[in-house]
């Protein structure tokens, strides 16, 4: 089975050998997007008898993509026909005396039932040749634009075999989502988180949270084959976690999006919440000869920075040619090429890191355990970031495709697509550090001594993905289909990047002791708190002594390299089999540098590296301005000073985070399908074997050795599958799947990383800050078994449109979560208050979830005037369930696994008349949680409930030709995560800009 026909693009929906009622194109990788040109004459060769079968030979023979539902094609029969024709002439005879008629969009047929009567008392003259009726034609409402995509997604979810979302590229350009990940969102039951930690941008999503599971469960693959991937960065655990990172790819460049959320054997088992495949167009896109899709965009944010100058206007542009050509335009070839640049800054508000509360006594003294303390929460910092962002996206691809006989596809694809995102951070922190409160009510208090740091951050993360896809089909037979397809894909992570910072409190050893001068009042009795220094103190830059210096490095290779092999055999009769082999082979390697330098002791300060800005605090209470750092003046003075400056032992920092990890693994499957009447059935099994090997290295006394660790695991992953037609326009689907979640790569490894805030930390037990990082060799793959049912409903043409209903529950046995605890013993010190991250198997885990969704292509029948007005609307809500083991304690029960939001709300309304078309999307998601602090609740984090309004305005300026308006973020709505009791106190609060931009786009052929 072709990776990229449309039954994969559909997500396991069977391609024309698997499902009667809907035949799919009979080509290789590309095929599914095969269009000759319409006035192209092909030589056909189809049989009389049931229509279904017809149609897989018209599909086969033309090239073209056809969906159909079983229940128009049940008991339908074709005369046949033979001979060269053009593809319209030749459906107009295979439909003739059927009471169907054919819609065509671009690459698409579809085959519906007619609005016009037929006329059965005499064998109807073929009709003359002429071009295929519009979709317009079918129904009393002009399906255009918005309209035509909304009708596609309806058809896909309609004629899938298992539960299946889709969102297409007509779509995805239809809002202003400039990446997959954004244009992922609008899909039920699924939402988008940023990069976690404390260090990255987070003004923009990376990855999808498909049912309440993260990306690293979650299946990605590009035209049904996996990619590589370097993962997520995360500074917490200094790694980069298994899953895809998607936002590398534009918009721009798919031309279908699906998400698979019921699963059959013949895919790959490593994805619990769901899989989600990205399709490209081909060569064969076209309906002619030659197509061009192109589109330019400028665009602006909202938010520049006020520190230094960055580009007032971005933008973006793509461009898409095809041509077919050769003997019956059987060859055809692709060139494809995008770039997208957008400069913005965002600001930040915060907590600190970890340990976000500090706990005092009645009379004011400071305790590590609430329960000692009196009661009252303070924030152990006031934390403002002001980032500035340079992002410049590129991409180029090229495919080819040959039909060098009537049986047989061939299709290879060569891409390369590259993300340079620039990152400048400046930093404020204020803390009380270890000194006593005093005046202390439930919402303020003083401390007479303090500290304020001042840092700077700068660095351009480079991420590059290189690929290439083939794939071959066969048809020896008319009942049998082999294909066979393979992929070689390289991704890449290159992020340098320096630090300075600057402390005022420190004694003359560089220790942070605090100091009167920043003694300072808190107020607690707003979400945002504030500590208010004095303005003169807070402005002395020769206040702050220099505290470090660091050059960084992080650096992560990975490869993936697989091949599969599928047969199949009268998949579209009464009774069919199907059976395939794959392999996958995945290398991943990660490393960390690090080189810190220090001067204690010195005179140098800040005052000749720094500067007040006349930009103010956002937040504060006290109007304190911005402290910058001139980060040339700052290395400048480490180079002034390097005969002096102590440079810590960079061979911890250079030994303790790296790892290599390889993993192999070898999958047979084997399926059956059976139909009669309205009901059909899919059942088989799909078996496993997974070699894991990971090289890390562990430190014993004061020497680092090397540790190898192996492990191997079979699964056998069954799953049944059940479609049933209850009426005309109801349909009720049932599925039981087991799944897997492999660990992610950095779990394997036996690794032991030890962080300090400052150096001199080291050595002292009550040290803050401390930051310990463990892997988990015995960490196990996490089993999921999953029950689907769903119910959809045909809205009456005149409103065109689809309800549906689905829900799910997933028993997850040995779920993978990060403990995070407190306390560490290293090098014969216990420290206290270090925390400690290291991924564990939960006892058990379920999520259970209601998806429901309303599309209506027009609201005509509410009443006429809202004929032109038409909406699509989801809501999601999911239930979890998690237990935890404490160390020392009893489990600890959740009431939702990480990353999982409680509710999930889109609401998209268009306006559809003559040239012009007019959207609005809301995309809302409730709280989810970010970080299990496993042995304190308290501590935990949960993303704060977010809405993003976006819109766009299209007005056509000539056929194919669009002038286009949109903008993303109306409201600048701010991403904010939450902690402490209730979840009702700051962790962080993330600015997100505005974006707006203006635009052509175009589509010719």
Do not use: C
Request: net charge neutral; no cysteine; charged share 20%.
């Amino acid at each position: 089975m072709s990776q990229r026909t449309l039954g994969r693009m559909l997500g396991q929906l069977r391609s024309s050998a698997t499902r009667p009622g809907m035949v799919l194109v009979a080509g290789a990788m590309a095929a599914a997007a095969a269009a000759p040109a319409q006035a192209r004459d092909v030589s056909f060769a189809v049989p009389a008898g049931p229509l279904s079968g017809a149609i897989a030979a018209f599909s086969r023979d033309s090239g073209m993509q056809i969906i159909a539902r079983p229940e128009v094609l049940r008991g339908k029969r074709t005369r046949g026909l033979s001979g060269r024709m053009s593809v319209e002439r030749a459906l107009q005879l295979l439909l003739r005396g059927t009471g169907l008629e054919s819609q065509r969009r671009g690459v698409v047929i579809l085959i519906v039932e007619s609005t016009a009567p037929v006329r059965r008392s005499q064998p109807p003259a073929p009709p003359p040749a002429a071009r295929i009726a519009p979709v317009q034609d079918t129904r009393p409402l002009i399906v255009t634009g918005q309209r035509m995509a909304n009708q596609f997604s309806v058809e896909t979810k309609v004629s899938a075999v298992g539960i299946v979302d889709a969102v297409t590229g007509d779509d995805m350009r239809r809002l202003p989502d400039s990446t997959v990940v954004d244009a992922l969102r609008r899909i039920p039951g699924i939402s988008v988180v940023a990069i976690a930690d404390d260090e990255h941008p987070r003004d923009v999503p990376i990855a999808p949270v498909v049912r309440g599971l993260t990306q690293a469960y979650n299946n990605i693959t590009l035209n049904g084959l996996p990619i590589a991937s370097i993962g997520v960065p995360d500074a917490i655990s200094n790694s980069a976690s298994r899953g895809g990172r998607m936002d590398l790819l534009p918009a721009s460049a798919i031309s279908r999006l699906t998400v698979i959320k019921t699963f059959t054997p013949e895919l790959d088992a490593n994805a619990i919440g769901g899989a989600i495949d990205m399709e490209t167009l081909m060569p064969f896109s076209g309906s002619g000869d030659s197509f061009l899709v192109a589109e330019a965009r400028l665009s602006e944010a909202s938010q520049r920075s006020a520190i230094s100058p960055q580009s007032p206007f971005g933008g973006n542009a793509s461009i898409t040619a095809g041509h077919v050509f050769g003997p019956d335009r059987r060859f055809g070839v692709l060139l494809a090429a995008d770039v997208q640049k957008l400069d913005n800054s965002s600001d930040v508000h915060g907590n600190a890191d970890g340990n976000f509360f500090t706990y005092y006594t009645a009379d004011g003294q400071r305790v590590s355990d609430f329960a000692r303390s009196n009661g009252i929460l303070v924030p152990r910092e006031d934390k403002s970031w002001y980032n500035e962002s340079t992002r410049r996206r590129w991409g180029l691809r090229a495919a080819v495709e040959a039909r060098p006989s009537d049986r047989l596809s061939l299709a290879a694809l060569a891409g390369l697509y590259r993300f340079d995102d620039g990152f400048t951070r400046n930093e404020i922190v204020i803390s009380a550090n270890d000194a006593a409160v005093a005046e202390q009510t439930a919402t303020s208090g003083r401390f007479e001594r303090g500290s304020v740091q001042v840092g700077y951050r700068d660095g351009v993360t480079r991420s590059a993905v290189r690929l290439l896809q083939v794939s071959a089909e066969w048809e020896p037979s008319p009942r049998d289909r082999i294909s066979l397809s393979g992929s070689l894909s390289q991704a890449s992570l290159d992020e340098p990047y320096r630090m300075a910072k600057y402390t005022a409190g420190t004694d003359g050893e560089g220790e942070v002791v605090g100091s009167p001068a920043f003694g300072f009042a808190y107020d607690t009795s707003g979400f945002h708190h504030s500590f208010a220094v004095a303005p003169e103190a807070y402005s002395d830059l020769a206040a702050y002594a220099p505290t470090y210096w660091r050059n960084r490095s992080r650096m992560a290779r990975s490869r993936a390299d697989a091949a599969r092999a599928d047969w199949q055999h009268n998949m579209e009769g009464s009774l069919g089999f199907a059976a395939g082999l794959a392999w996958k082979a995945t290398r991943y390697t990660y490393a960390f540098e690090n080189d810190e330098y220090r001067l204690p002791g010195t005179s140098a300060s800040l005052g000749t590296a720094g500067a007040v800005r006349d930009v103010l605090r956002r937040w504060n209470r006290s109007a304190l301005p911005l402290i910058v750092i001139d980060p040339a003046a700052a290395w400048q003075m480490l180079e002034d000073n390097f005969a002096s400056a102590i440079r810590t032992d960079p061979t911890d920092d250079r030994v303790r985070d790296n790892f290599s990890h390889r993993e192999r693994t070898l999958a047979g499957y084997a399926m059956a399908r059976y139909q009669h009447e309205g009901l059909e059935l899919i059942g088989g099994v799909r078996a496993e074997q997974t070699w894991a090997q990971t090289l890390a290295n562990r430190k014993l006394l004061s020497r680092w050795e090397p540790l190898d660790t192996r492990s191997d695991y079979l699964e056998l992953l069954p799953s049944l599958l059940a479609n049933v037609q209850l009426a005309e326009a109801l349909k009720l689907r049932a599925a039981y799947s087991r799944t897997m979640g492999r660990p992610g790569f950095e779990a394997y490894a036996p690794r032991q990383s030890v962080r300090f805030a400052v150096g001199d930390d080291e050595g002292d037990p009550d040290a803050l800050g401390v930051t310990v990082m463990l892997g988990n060799p015995e960490i196990r793959p996490r089993i999921s078994d999953n029950f689907d049912l769903s119910l959809e409903w045909e809205l009456p043409r005149a409103a065109g449109g689809l309800v549906s209903l689905a829900l799910f529950r997933k028993n997850i046995a040995d779920e993978i979560f990060d403990a995070v605890t407190s306390g560490y013993a290293f090098g014969g010190v216990f420290y206290r208050k270090a925390t400690v991250t290291r991924p564990e198997n939960a006892s058990k885990a379920s999520v259970s979830g209601l998806e429901l969704g309303v599309s209506v292509a027009s609201l005509e029948l509410l009443a006429a005037p809202l004929e032109p007005f038409g909406l699509s609307a989801n809501w999601t809500l999911l239930r979890g369930a998690l237990e935890v083991p404490v160390p020392g304690g009893p489990v600890r029960e959740l009431d939702r696994l990480v990353g999982q939001p409680s509710q999930i709300r889109n609401l998209s309304v268009y306006y559809t008349r003559a040239r012009l078309e007019l959207r609005a999307a809301m995309n809302w998601t409730g709280r989810a949680l970010r970080r299990l602090q496993v042995d304190n609740p308290m501590e935990d984090v949960y993303w704060a409930p977010r809405r993003q309004i976006d819109m766009q305005a299209r007005y056509r300026l000539a056929d194919g030709v669009s002038l286009v308006l949109e903008v993303a973020n109306l409201t600048e709505e701010r991403l904010e995560s939450v902690t402490g009791p209730a979840q009702t106190w700051l962790k962080d609060s993330y600015s997100v800009p505005r974006t707006v931009s203006l635009g052509v786009s175009a589509k010719i052929g």
